[in-house]
């Protein structure tokens, strides 16, 4: 059997405790070894009395201990000098009977908590709460401000390899002839001067591209990069439509959009990977679902900023915003299953609500009642 060596606490016995004191068994470890050993433990006023082995005893001061936390329905322990423990299933009776020793006042916060059921659907409820303001409003607040403190170099490095990878899978040289993208040129150039100037720490650089993929769309890149493709340029019917889209795509580079949904996919991805405490539950549904629907409101989130960048610009620029919602009704009119085609109420009701749910931008009536009523918000 071990003897405690080198305290002045580990002495033989001779006292013993008061009858009406209650022995406690347990187990004492050294502190050397993770084997147990059977002991009993009572209380001498001031004094622990600690029985193990063959008439081995220790007589800690109460204040040479220290009452741990219990957790659950787990046993105490007793920590005692020099890294020893004395550990009991009899938890209540241990408390008990060292009541006032210090680290017992601490102690029982923890089994309040874990014993009522009040206090533990608060807690879910308080945990639950800051979680989801974190995600919604935490995670765009800090990656909005992570995308301005990076050097631009690096955004224009990613909007290049984005666009050489568009091109290799999607993009085409455009089939437009020469003097129809000078027409368009010239009718942006005013503009990217006034941009350049109104914002020099970006680059606005306009490319056009066939493209049956993406159809009559535009995109901003990170770093500046603007495409039109040929399909949207023909569904114009004036060039103040394209300088329309041109000021909404403006909007993304100069709220480094591109850069933003980076950083914020990773941000949500590390959130979820440090709720569920696993980096292989990312690629489980129940977990990407939810990641999804959070990555798609940080898009439509930026969709309206960049809609309110484009009609204050217009309006500033003398450009009337009702030329953005001209487009966009004829966007509008060109999905597959619109209410040009016949169908009931309740079918146009079930199309309009689940592409706003599973959209990256928003409505496109809202968008459209936004531009056509300028003063509204």
């Given at each position: 059997?071990?003897?405690?060596w080198?305290r002045?606490w ?6 013993a405790?008061p009858?009406?004191e209650q022995?406690?068994?347990?187990l004492l470890?050294?502190g050397?070894r ?17 029985e193990?082995?063959?008439g081995?005893?220790l007589?800690p001061q109460?204040n ?5 936390t ?11 000098p020099?890294?020893?423990a004395?550990?009991?299933?009899q938890?209540d009776a ?15 916060w923890l089994?309040?908590l874990?014993g ?8 879910v ?6 979680l989801?303001l974190?995600?919604?409003y ?11 403190a990076?050097p631009?170099q690096l955004e ?12 290799r899978l999607?993009l ?9 993208q000078?027409?368009v040129?010239s009718a942006?150039a005013p503009?990217l001067q006034?941009?350049?100037a ?8 306009v ?25 949207l ?10 300088v329309?889209?041109?000021a909404?795509?403006?909007g993304?580079?100069v709220h480094?959009?591109g ?6 996919g990773s ?10 405490g696993d ?7 129940l977990?990407?679902v939810?990641?999804l629907?959070?990555s798609?409101n940080?898009s439509?989130?930026?969709?309206r900023?960049?809609?309110?960048f484009?009609?204050?610009y217009l ?13 966009l009704q ?6 597959p ?6 169908s009931s ?5 079930r199309r309009?609500?689940?592409p706003d749910?599973l959209?990256s931008?928003p409505?496109t009536p ?7 009523n300028?003063?509204?918000?």
């Amino acid at each position: 059997m071990p003897v405690l060596w080198g305290r002045s606490w580990a002495t033989p016995s001779i006292w013993a405790c008061p009858l009406s004191e209650q022995w406690i068994s347990g187990l004492l470890f050294d502190g050397q070894r993770s084997k147990g050993y059977p002991a009993r433990l009572c209380r001498q006023q001031q004094r622990l009395l600690i029985e193990y082995g063959e008439g081995e005893v220790l007589q800690p001061q109460l204040n040479e201990v220290r009452l741990g936390t219990r957790v659950g329905q787990a046993g105490y322990y007793l920590h005692l000098p020099q890294g020893a423990a004395f550990e009991s299933p009899q938890g209540d009776a241990l408390a008990a009977l060292l009541k006032g020793a210090r680290g017992e006042r601490g102690s029982g916060w923890l089994q309040r908590l874990e014993g009522s059921y009040r206090l533990i659907l608060v807690s879910v409820v308080v945990v639950l709460l800051s979680l989801t303001l974190g995600v919604l409003y935490g995670v765009p607040w800090l990656s909005r401000h992570i995308a301005h403190a990076l050097p631009t170099q690096l955004e224009q490095t990613m909007g290049n390899n984005a666009l050489s990878t568009l091109e290799r899978l999607w993009l085409e040289p455009t089939a437009l002839d020469a003097a129809r993208q000078q027409q368009v040129r010239s009718a942006f150039a005013p503009h990217l001067q006034r941009l350049a100037a109104q914002y020099p720490g970006h680059e606005f650089k306009v490319h056009f591209h066939a493209s049956e993929a993406l159809g009559a769309n535009a995109l901003a890149l990170p770093g500046g990069i603007i495409l039109f493709t040929d399909d949207l340029l023909k569904l114009a019917q004036d060039d103040d439509e394209l300088v329309a889209i041109l000021a909404h795509e403006a909007g993304h580079v100069v709220h480094r959009h591109g850069l933003r949904n980076v950083v914020q996919g990773s941000l949500a991805l590390w959130v979820i990977v440090a709720i569920t405490g696993d980096l292989s539950a990312a690629s489980d549904w129940l977990v990407t679902v939810p990641a999804l629907l959070v990555s798609l409101n940080y898009s439509r989130g930026m969709e309206r900023e960049a809609d309110d960048f484009a009609r204050d610009y217009l309006i500033d620029s003398s450009v009337a915003p009702a030329h953005f919602a001209h487009i966009l009704q004829r966007l509008e009119q060109q999905r597959p299953g619109d209410a040009s085609e016949q169908s009931s109420p309740t079918d146009n009701d079930r199309r309009l609500r689940i592409p706003d749910v599973l959209s990256s931008h928003p409505a496109t009536p809202e968008r459209i009642e936004r531009f056509l009523n300028p003063g509204s918000r």
